[in-house]
């Protein structure tokens, strides 16, 4: 299981928990997993977030591989400028 830290945001969703744990291998699965457990988080994940692992922040997504023991934060989404 892998552990992600909501920002406080999406709290709500997670029946005010600031950590959830899901399961998966990439931040992909991760993020499909953690909407399948939290339903409302749907709409938030699709319009988009940054994520950040072992302190950094995942520019290119899906693909990118994540440990059991990785430091993940879901961020609302960081745009340049």
């Known amino acids: ?5 909501l920002w406080s945001g999406l709290r709500r969703f997670a029946d005010g928990k600031d950590k959830v744990e899901v399961s998966g291998k990439t931040v ?4 499909d997993d953690l909407v399948a457990r939290y339903p409302g988080m ?3 994940i699709k319009a988009g ?3 950040s692992v072992d302190g950094e922040i995942i520019p290119t997504g899906r693909r990118e591989p994540v440990k059991e023991d990785s430091e993940v934060f879901l961020l609302q989404r960081l745009k340049g400028g």
């Open 1 to 5: 299981m892998v552990e992600i830290n």
């Open 42 to 44: 749907a709409p938030v």
């Open 49 to 51: 977030v940054s994520i």
């Open 28 to 31: 992909g699965e991760i993020l």
